[in-house]
């Protein structure tokens, strides 16, 4: 049997964050946007299980209407779970699965990574593929090999991929995960900046203000090349703390400039005039989008080696990728030395970079790729 051309294809997101263009943050939710988009382009039916406040080019199905995390007007976003809720969202996605001619979900860790899931999955014969977007820590380690365990116990049709290479190697010996698709962007929404001849130099970095993503080390960066910094994204309620201590007190205006989540139009300046955008990372990042965002503009990017960040930015060629000594104070010296020689890097050779391999519609071929692999292996 043949797989179609023009498939029927469901992803599935959680309902924490809409899915539409333009969001303040949310990567996972902006590749479901993304490849939503890409799938209607290509003729296929593209269905997103997600919040009613989403906007989607396919069909939305939704079983409530608001997403559940909120900004405030401190610009803080309170992260709150309703259990209640998202079993609800569950429940009616598994109903239109079990309902509708569907050919695959692509579900983003949402529908398999229920209970609900674990105890009546094996009622949908529709074949699944996970998109893994965290790290394997021991919380999801264990919530993966008991998923593991019902696959293979149940034979259900569940598939994965990884987001990078060093994401796959975390999971192996908790689940069997097949392909790795590295994420896309539209580039032709970032617009190029061959040259800064005509900008004040600036460093940059965007993304939830976290330890883990390391705004603490940018600042001291900052301070030592004598470039300012503008630090943009979200405080989210578990980090007010490191906020409190370690960035908000360094925040003059001047020298270090805190502009909170920015949209895609600023956010696209933004990236466009900086020297360089840092990327101090302290944990093994699957993906940053941040990065091949950056790079879509002619900048480009100095962070450390960890997790994907060595796959996704060349070293020398399209910025500088700085292995961690395990001292603090010795890696933000290396992070100076690299800014101070980013004028070597030719930010031509940053957007081509993106252009040939971190682009949307690359990542939806390679997807639908995948889709009929999956197909073309059940039905043989």
Known sequence: MLVKNNMKIMQMADIYLPIRQNILYGGTERIISYLDEEFVKKGHESIVAATGDSEVKGKLIFSINKSIWHVNNKRVRKTIFSPHKRQK???????????????????????????????????????????????????????????????????RKVFFNAISKSQKKEFENTV?????????????????????????????????????????????????????????????TPEIDYWKTMIEPFVDGEQIKFIGPVDDSVKSKLYGGALAFLMPIQWAEPFGLVMIEAMATGTPVV??????????????????????????????????????????????????????????????????????????????
């Open 176 to 236: 069997d995960v097949s392909d790795i698709i590295y994420h896309g962007i539209p580039i032709e929404r970032y617009s190029f900046s061959p040259n800064l001849n005509n900008c004040e130099p600036y460093l940059l970095n965007i993304g939830r203000i976290s330890r883990e993503k390391g705004q603490h080390l940018a600042i001291q960066i900052s301070k030592k090349t004598g470039l300012p910094l503008i630090l943009a994204g979200e405080i989210h």
């Open 89 to 155: 969202h569950i429940e009616k996605a598994m109903e239109f699965i079990k309902r509708e001619s569907i050919d695959i979900v692509h579900d983003h860790q949402v529908l398999t990574h229920s209970d609900r899931y674990l105890s009546d999955g094996k009622t949908i014969s529709t074949p699944i593929l996970v998109t893994l977007h965290g790290d394997n820590n021991i919380i999801s380690k264990d919530r993966h090999r008991t998923l593991d365990d019902v696959i293979k116990q149940e034979d």
């Open 303 to 380: 962070g450390f080696a960890r997790g994907s960040l060595p796959e996704i930015v060349k070293n020398n060629e399209t910025g500088y990728v700085i292995t961690p000594s395990g001292f603090e104070g010795e890696d933000v010296e290396n992070m100076v030395k690299a800014v101070k020689n980013i004028s070597k890097i030719n930010r031509c050779t940053c957007r081509a970079h993106v252009e040939n391999k971190f682009t949307s519609e690359i990542e939806a071929q390679n997807y639908i790729k995948l889709y009929k692999k999956i197909l073309d292996q059940i039905q043989n």
